[in-house]
Nanobody
Framework: QVQLVESGGGLVQAGGSLRLSCAASGRTFSSYAMGWFRQAPGKEREFVGRISWSGTSTYYADSAKGRFTISRDNAKNTVYLQMNSLKPEDTAVYYC?????????????????WGQGTQVTVSS
């Protein structure tokens, strides 16, 4: 069992930055691939980015490429999402998710555990 807790969301102006954190419980965090997803009001949950168990492989949605960076610190059981050059269309609740696999996925249904989400609001 893994419990995930996101933090770091908030209100920021367009062009600004935020760093989201996702802290995981459990001693086997390093064996989980991690993903970040987001969901805006009235829209489906969408993939933002993902990272392998070791942190050596990362992949991003086209909307995040060049602006967002995922990293992880297995010693701290934490995964991060650094978001730069934020746009109003990035406004959403952001979720981290853990997959019982060394390799990550872009599909929400392939993840086993989810955090409660953190709100990110970007004003224009």
């Amino acid at each position: 069992q893994v419990q995930l807790v996101e933090s770091g969301g908030g209100l920021v102006q367009a062009g600004g930055s935020l760093r989201l954190s996702c802290a995981a419980s459990g001693r086997t965090f390093s064996s989980y691939a991690m993903g970040w997803f987001r969901q805006a009001p009235g829209k489906e949950r969408e993939f933002v980015g993902r990272i392998s168990w070791s942190g050596t492989s990362t992949y991003y949605a086209d909307s995040a490429k060049g602006r967002f960076t995922i990293s992880r610190d297995n010693a701290k059981n934490t995964v991060y999402l650094q978001m730069n050059s934020l746009k109003p269309e990035d406004t959403a609740v952001y979720y981290c998710a853990a997959r019982r696999n060394y390799y990550s996925s872009a599909f929400p249904y392939e993840y086993d555990y989810w955090g409660q989400g953190t709100q990110v609001t970007v004003s224009s």
